[in-house]
């Protein structure tokens, strides 16, 4: 009995030697994770805070709010996917690997390349082949029904969108003291170095406009760009699904422009309107809405339209033989057979 006391005792000893060891190892594995945790946390911290001062930068170097927000969420998106940002090959394998277009892979390396030039690095960027092709004109009817299924702020942006051919920029920076309720006229400050520029608005518009609650300086209360667009894009994929048709999935902000640029095109055959009407500086920018207007009017015109602004401009269309038809957007439109 006292021999097996003996054994049980050194056994339980040794019970207890192992338990200690083990918790000694727990204990070490523990701290270690804590270590490592500890560190990511930092790691990520340190990254946001660069990300941070890379917006600021973006700022300060006087870059659009559109332009500053894209960029910033293409750097966040980067760091998501697991990118190294001082590594520029982990870059390139992520972008190797992703089946988004060429337009957004040149996106990607016009942020990322910033990101470098700011941390003093360069980089040797892959080069993506940009597809030229003609954005998409919708009908009316499917700007009209969009519209008629958005909220009532988001229709009124749109319908000002329709009818004066804004930017979304531009139209988000609208201020009530940039419309003129007595003459129905909207006044546009300019994005993109474009010109600045003054536009008739309909009665209909003018009241969706007026309805809207005057909370502050600005027309539209939308933080930004960024949840501007990405309301819209919730509305109108509710808008596509209600009226069953999927093309309405293709309208954006600009796809307005396009479309009100081609119908101007159209209606007056005349260029130089068309593009002091966008605020286009070069007018290689509005050649476009020449081809659109061909591609999707296929049928021969019985007349050639021209604009005047002026009563000499007027004067010297009457003389070369053209009648005066109706005002547009307070042009005077004249035509004569061809």
């Given at each position: 009995m006292i021999l097996k006391s003996h054994e049980a005792i050194a056994?339980?000893?040794?019970?207890?030697?192992?338990?200690?060891?083990?918790?000694?190892?727990?204990?070490?594995?523990?701290?270690?994770?804590?270590?490592?945790?500890?560190g990511a946390t930092e790691t990520a911290s340190d990254i946001k805070g660069k990300i941070i001062d890379y917006i600021w930068s973006l700022k300060k170097q006087g870059y659009a709010e559109s332009t500053v927000l894209g960029y910033g969420y293409t750097i966040k998106w980067l760091?998501?996917?697991?990118?190294?940002?001082?590594?520029?090959?982990?870059?390139k394998e992520i972008l190797a690997k992703e089946s988004c277009s060429n337009g957004r892979k040149a996106n990607i390396v016009k942020a990322y390349t910033l990101w470098l030039e700011m941390h003093g690095l360069t980089w040797v960027p892959p080069q993506y082949q940009l597809a030229s092709k003609?954005?998409?004109?919708?009908?009316?009817?499917?700007?009209?029904?969009?519209?008629?299924?958005?909220?009532?702020?988001?229709?009124?942006?749109?319908?000002?969108?329709?009818?004066?051919?804004?930017?979304?920029?531009?139209?988000?920076?609208?201020?009530?003291?940039?419309?003129?309720?007595?003459?129905?006229?909207?006044?546009?400050?300019?994005?993109?170095?474009?010109?600045?520029?003054?536009?008739?608005?309909?009665?209909?518009?003018?009241?969706?406009?007026?309805?809207?609650?005057k909370e502050n300086q600005n027309?539209?209360?939308?933080?930004?760009?960024?949840?501007?667009?990405?309301?819209?894009?919730?509305?109108?994929?509710?808008?596509?699904?209600k009226l069953g048709n999927p093309r309405i999935l293709q309208i954006h902000f600009h796809t307005f422009r396009h479309w009100k640029a081609t119908m101007l095109y159209h209606q007056t055959k005349d260029i130089?309107?068309?593009?002091?009407?966008?605020?286009?500086?070069?007018?290689?920018?509005?050649?476009?809405?020449?081809?659109?207007?061909?591609?999707?009017?296929?049928?021969?015109?019985?007349?050639?339209?021209?604009?005047?602004?002026?009563?000499?401009?007027?004067?010297?269309?009457?003389?070369?033989?053209?009648?005066?038809v109706t005002d547009i957007d307070g042009v005077k439109l004249f035509r004569k057979h061809k």
């Amino acid at each position: 009995m006292i021999l097996k006391s003996h054994e049980a005792i050194a056994y339980y000893r040794q019970i207890c030697a192992i338990q200690q060891k083990g918790a000694k190892n727990l204990a070490e594995v523990e701290s270690r994770k804590e270590k490592q945790a500890a560190g990511a946390t930092e790691t990520a911290s340190d990254i946001k805070g660069k990300i941070i001062d890379y917006i600021w930068s973006l700022k300060k170097q006087g870059y659009a709010e559109s332009t500053v927000l894209g960029y910033g969420y293409t750097i966040k998106w980067l760091v998501k996917k697991g990118a190294d940002l001082f590594n520029p090959e982990s870059v390139k394998e992520i972008l190797a690997k992703e089946s988004c277009s060429n337009g957004r892979k040149a996106n990607i390396v016009k942020a990322y390349t910033l990101w470098l030039e700011m941390h003093g690095l360069t980089w040797v960027p892959p080069q993506y082949q940009l597809a030229s092709k003609l954005p998409f004109i919708p009908l009316e009817k499917e700007l009209d029904d969009l519209i008629a299924s958005c909220s009532r702020q988001m229709a009124a942006f749109l319908q000002l969108l329709k009818e004066t051919a804004m930017r979304c920029g531009e139209a988000l920076k609208l201020k009530w003291t940039d419309i003129d309720f007595a003459t129905n006229t909207v006044r546009i400050s300019p994005e993109k170095g474009s010109n600045p520029r003054i536009c008739k608005i309909s009665n209909t518009l003018a009241a969706m406009l007026g309805s809207l609650p005057k909370e502050n300086q600005n027309v539209f209360t939308y933080k930004n760009t960024f949840y501007l667009r990405k309301t819209f894009a919730k509305q109108r994929k509710k808008a596509a699904h209600k009226l069953g048709n999927p093309r309405i999935l293709q309208i954006h902000f600009h796809t307005f422009r396009h479309w009100k640029a081609t119908m101007l095109y159209h209606q007056t055959k005349d260029i130089l309107y068309v593009k002091n009407f966008l605020g286009h500086r070069n007018i290689n920018n509005t050649l476009i809405y020449v081809q659109l207007a061909e591609t999707i009017f296929k049928e021969l015109e019985e007349y050639i339209c021209k604009t005047a602004k002026t009563l000499e401009e007027a004067a010297k269309l009457i003389e070369a033989g053209f009648e005066y038809v109706t005002d547009i957007d307070g042009v005077k439109l004249f035509r004569k057979h061809k």
